[in-house]
């Protein structure tokens, strides 16, 4: 199992920023890639941004392609969402999610491959 814990929401200005984190812990050494995916009030869960765990590559959302950065600090277990010129579309709750090696087949821009996920953290913008 792989818990995730994300922190770092809040309520920001348009035009301002915010950075998530998302901690793992537990059999870390199963992930494959982790991604951010945001859920507004009456909408889908969307997908944000993906990671891959080993590489380092990334995958954004066209939405917030050049505004949001998601990494990974060396060979730790935690990965940020840098979020910057932060726009009141982007108010959501934000889950930080998980993919195991052993998930077939594997995806990157949809929910279903990710085992595991955080609790959300709020992230409001306002106007």
């Known amino acids: 199992q792989v818990q995730l814990v994300e922190s770092g929401g809040g309520l920001v200005q348009a035009g301002g920023s915010l950075r998530l984190s998302c901690a793992a812990s537990?059999?870390?050494?199963?992930?494959?890639?982790m991604g951010w995916f945001r859920q507004a009030p009456g909408k889908e869960r969307e997908f944000v941004a993906n990671i891959n765990w080993s590489g380092g590559s990334t995958v954004y959302a066209d939405s917030v392609k050049g505004r949001f950065t998601i990494s990974r600090e060396g060979a730790g277990n935690t990965v940020y969402l840098q979020m910057n010129s932060l726009k009141p579309e982007d108010t959501a709750v934000y889950y930080c999610?998980?993919?195991?090696?052993?998930?077939?087949?594997?995806?990157?821009?949809?929910?279903?491959?990710?085992?595991?996920w955080g609790q959300g953290t709020q992230v409001t913008v306002s106007s």
């Open positions: 999610a998980a993919q195991d090696t052993r998930t077939s087949p594997r995806g990157t821009t949809y929910a279903r491959p990710y085992n595991y």
């Open positions: 537990g059999f870390t050494s199963r992930i494959y890639s």
